[in-house]
């Protein structure tokens, strides 16, 4: 079993927002802080990011209300989806104060939150109540073993799954899980994640593990494609293709036959969507960053310090975006990456 290609970018509104490709910004992703209280092998491995890595200072982070503005300039230019990420974005010391300055900006639709969950149990209610709609809870493995190695920590893997417990409680729906699967690492979980996101209600999402930056070892026979893991699936419990909810999904998405929710597959490596991506991402101290991929950012921080009015700091973030042409899991399909490129532990993934 396999899936449709993904579609080619639609022609947009002459009045929309659009880069060279036709591609609307519509998808803001926005880390809160690059520090994290894990040291995932694929992320932030410890003998780059270890106790003596020189982390951002407090001050050099958008302020709330700093972050609120630049944000609200995003939602006028058409962004309606907001992610907030790290690092562990939990680590941001109150945040539910940031999503509740967010939730009434006019044009937004969806405030989510990505997380590793462990730090959930103590503020899932009040992220709740302060207008967090969604989580995204990163879990890579069930058993404690391929946990800990993974994840590099001497937590146990309940550490995580009580922060799955406490965000269902909260009514954050829904929640779901991404696992990034590495062949010979943790691809023998394939069925043991699936079958625990059917009993548990959650919506389970593989990841094909990808070159984020350059510290991570990627090496692509780690990489466990997307096609592979949707015959296991079928093979265990049957699965058709499901129709995209919305332009510029990025996952993959099937539902089982037998009624008990749907899986869903990031193949960035093996099946590039660059074609349709719609997201932005900005770092921690406000930079600008237009694909996952890339080596710099663009620095809107100077922008808003600098005396910016609201209409000068819009243009600014348009005319970034119209000059967009980024594809590069289509290049790295065509001949590979080469050079720079930020980590994912600095703008989230």
Not at 34 to 48: A, F, S
Not at 164 to 177: E, F, M, Q, R, T
Not at 221 to 238: C, F, G, N, S, Y
Not at 264 to 272: D, E, L, N
Request: aromatic share 6%.
């Amino acid at each position: 079993m396999d899936a449709t290609p993904p579609p080619a970018a639609v022609a947009q509104p002459a009045d929309r927002l659009t880069d060279r490709l036709g591609r609307p910004v519509e998808d803001l992703r926005v880390s809160l802080t690059d520090r994290c209280n894990l040291r995932c092998r694929y992320c932030m491995p410890r003998e780059i990011f270890g106790a003596d890595h020189a982390f951002l200072d407090r001050e050099e982070l958008l302020s709330f209300e700093e972050l609120t503005r630049v944000l609200s300039a995003f939602v006028d230019l058409g962004v309606s989806k907001l992610r907030l990420t790290g690092g562990e974005p939990l680590l941001r010391k109150d945040l539910p104060e940031l999503i509740a300055m967010l939730s009434p900006l006019s044009g937004l639709r969806d405030i989510a939150l990505t997380t590793n969950g462990i730090l959930l149990p103590r503020v899932a209610d009040e992220l709740v109540a302060a207008g967090l709609q969604r989580v995204t809870i990163s879990l890579d493995a069930l058993d404690d073993a391929t946990f800990r190695a993974v994840a590099d920590t001497p937590l146990s893997v309940e550490a995580v799954l009580a922060g799955v417990d406490a965000a269902l409680a909260a009514g954050l729906s829904p929640v779901k899980i991404n696992a990034v699967m590495q062949r010979g690492v943790n691809d023998d979980q394939v069925e043991a994640l699936a079958g625990w996101a059917r009993e548990t209600g959650v919506i389970l999402r593989y990841i094909e593990f990808m070159d984020v930056g350059t510290t991570n070892g990627w090496v692509r026979d780690r990489v466990v494609p997307a096609a592979d893991i949707v015959r296991r699936i079928h093979a265990r419990w049957p699965i058709e293709a499901a129709e995209p909810t919305r332009e510029g999904e990025v996952a993959e998405r099937y539902r089982y036959l037998d009624g008990a929710g749907e899986v869903g597959i990031v193949a960035s490596v093996t099946r590039p969507f660059c074609r349709t991506c719609n997201r932005a991402r900005l770092s921690a101290i406000g930079e600008l960053y237009t694909c996952l991929f890339a080596g710099e950012g663009h620095d809107l921080r100077a922008v808003v310090r600098g005396g910016a009015d609201d209409a000068e700091l819009r243009e600014a973030i348009a005319a970034i975006w119209r000059a967009r042409s980024d594809r590069a899991s289509e290049l790295r399909a065509e001949g590979g990456l080469s050079g720079p490129r930020v980590e994912m532990s600095y703008i989230g993934g």
